[in-house]
């Protein structure tokens, strides 16, 4: 077995994982449709002329536990990794997890890319127990539902 070094020069780095919690012990109302869901995420991002990636990590009442901007990106898109979704969900142990972003531009209607993506985070939170209910875009005066899940009435499962 290989010894460990204890030199002082040794450097350790830890990642910080920057999550936004409730600051106040009230009980948070359930997110029960992508209108909820949109109402939630405008007033976390004030910001409309970018793209942003969010991720809303649920109790299993769908009560949100806290929330992470994953991405802010251009007028037409924001890069996501998919790793940097589920990473805060584990950290903080949710049960279930929707994942939006915002359309400048004011289109609802979800690109080639967005739909690809949502269906590698539904197989990425499969894989790890976790229920991803919902994708959704919003908008400054609207929001949709979508992915390879979502449903006619658009809301959250």
């Not at 909820?36 to 976390?44: E, I, S, Y």
């Not at 802010?72 to 994942?99: E, H, R, S």
């Not at 915002?102 to 979800?110: A, K, Q, R, V, Y």
């Not at 993506?117 to 908008?139: F, Q």
Request: net charge negative.
């Amino acid at each position: 077995m290989p010894k460990l070094s204890t030199q002082l020069d040794d450097v350790h780095l830890i990642r910080e994982v920057h999550l936004h919690y409730s600051q106040d012990n009230q009980e948070q109302s359930p997110l029960k449709d992508s209108g909820d869901v949109a109402a939630f995420l405008r007033g976390v991002v004030s910001d409309t002329t970018r793209e942003h990636a969010v991720a809303i990590y649920l109790d299993p009442k769908n009560r949100p536990l806290g929330w992470r901007i994953i991405s802010i990106g251009t007028d037409v898109m924001a890069p996501v990794k998919p790793l940097l979704v589920l990473q805060p969900a584990v950290l903080l142990g949710a049960n279930a997890m929707i994942f939006a972003h915002n359309h400048p531009s004011g289109d609802l209607e979800p690109s080639a890319e967005d739909k690809k993506l949502a269906e590698t985070l539904c197989a990425a939170c499969t894989l790890i127990g976790l229920r991803l209910l919902d994708n959704i875009i919003w908008t400054e005066v609207g929001s949709t539902s979508y992915g390879p899940y979502a449903r006619e009435t658009g809301s959250v499962r």
